[in-house]
């Protein structure tokens, strides 16, 4: 190996470089999106939430407005809206919000939910225990469903400097269209 990169001229070895650099931000640009996606989930960074399988066993007299926000990307034909825009809620109380899908076409469509919480500073502290935003969701041809969302805010919120005087919080997610699942393609075509 040594051999081969002394025999190499300085065009060779700017090739090999070249190649080399190529090579190595490729695999940093497949890495990224994961990787950033970990980064979120640990830190709440950008608004990212975290999970729970349990509520808190803590809740405080001060209370916090939770918003409730919809859209669907460009193109994606559902209707999708919060039932409730607003819930007022003390910090570490459960509480369980829905959103309603309809899929007003005529086939199969399914769609996966991605999420954030505003400001960014109160992502980490808004604790996800149930939510349909983690599955594909699949809508027949004219179904309308009610998809639960079940979260606290993190009694912890009251001791961060940067995030103590929220007192207003938006949950927001944007609609996806996805591939349908196999089950669901079957189901379709018996049908």
Known sequence: ????????????????????????????????VPLYDLFCRVTGYGGTTRV???GSEVILDRTVQIRFDASIERGFPWEFRPVERTMDLRIGETGIAFYEAYNPTDHAIAGTASYNVTPYAAGSYFIKIAC??????????GERVQMPVTFYVDPSIVEDPNARDIHTITLSYTFHASDLPAAAEAQVETN
């Open 52 to 54: 729970s399988t349990s």
């Open 132 to 141: 349909f935003c983690f599955t594909h969701q699949v809508l027949q041809p």
């Open 1 to 32: 190996m040594i051999r081969w990169w002394k025999s190499l001229d300085g065009t060779g070895r700017t090739a090999t470089y070249s190649v080399a650099v190529v090579v190595f931000m490729a695999a940093m640009g497949w890495a990224a």
